[in-house]
């Protein structure tokens, strides 16, 4: 069974803390997101990236950033925690073409104190 | 950027009757697709359209584009108490590279 795996579940951390999320996948994917969720927001992709080393800001990428020094894996670095990062972080990855749509992870629920 | 709006925001629906779920979008689109997330977990991928498609169909889902309207619908028949969930559409944009842009979903709830 195909996947994406996300390292934690549950995070909680405090403000000003470097906080580092995990994805990994198994599906030799080209791409991998990470989007964050919030309650009436939906959705909002922070980065991306299309190959090893490559990555793409998103629309909401301030106090972000990311690695990808593997293929099947791409870190979230959330470089000092604030309060207003306390969301649902959602990673995905998909093929070259994406026509087979998103593969998402199970999320982290990160909550900054 | 966000540009899916599902339509619409929340349905409650009784057990074995059909959901029906808009979604309206701005730009040109390469395709159109649906996910279902059930309560604080990831999406799971339900089906695709293509900008050159009308209709799809997958098990129990209808699909319908309208790209003179910007416009897609998602059919559930027949449904079911496992079927509660949120509902998202997302589209990927001409010029996106594969990105997808999300709507802010939309809830439905089967009544047993």
């Known amino acids: 069974d195909v996947k994406v795996t996300q390292s934690s579940r549950y995070l909680v951390k405090r403000t000003g803390e470097k906080v580092f999320l995990e994805c990994v996948q198994d599906?030799?994917?080209?791409?991998m997101f990470w989007y964050r969720q919030d309650p009436g927001l939906g959705l909002r992709l922070i980065y991306f990236s299309y190959d090893v080393k490559m990555k793409e800001k998103g629309d909401i990428p301030e106090g972000y950033s990311v690695s990808r020094e593997k293929k099947e894996r791409f870190s979230l670095i959330l470089e000092s925690a604030s309060t207003s990062q306390t969301s649902m972080y959602l990673c995905?990855?998909?093929?070259?073409?994406?026509?087979?749509?998103?593969?998402f992870g199970s999320g982290t629920r990160l909550t900054v104190v | 950027s966000q540009q899916g709006e599902e339509d619409p925001q929340a349905l409650s629906i009784q057990e074995g009757e059909n959901a029906t779920m808009n979604c309206s979008y701005k730009t040109s689109i390469n395709n159109l697709q649906w996910y279902r997330q059930n309560s604080g977990r990831g999406l799971v991928h339900l089906i695709l359209i293509r900008s050159n498609e009308r209709e799809k169909h997958s098990g129990r889902l209808r699909v319908t584009l309208d790209t003179s309207k910007k416009s897609s619908s998602l059919l559930i028949t027949a449904s079911r108490a496992a079927d509660t969930a949120s509902y998202f559409c997302?589209?990927?944009?001409?010029?996106?590279?594969?990105?997808?842009?999300f709507g802010k979903g939309n809830q439905v709830v089967v009544i047993p």
């Open positions: 599906m030799d994917h080209e791409n």
């Open positions: 997302a589209t990927d944009e001409r010029a996106g590279n594969n990105r997808l842009a």
């Open positions: 995905a990855s998909s093929s070259y073409t994406g026509l087979a749509g998103y593969t």
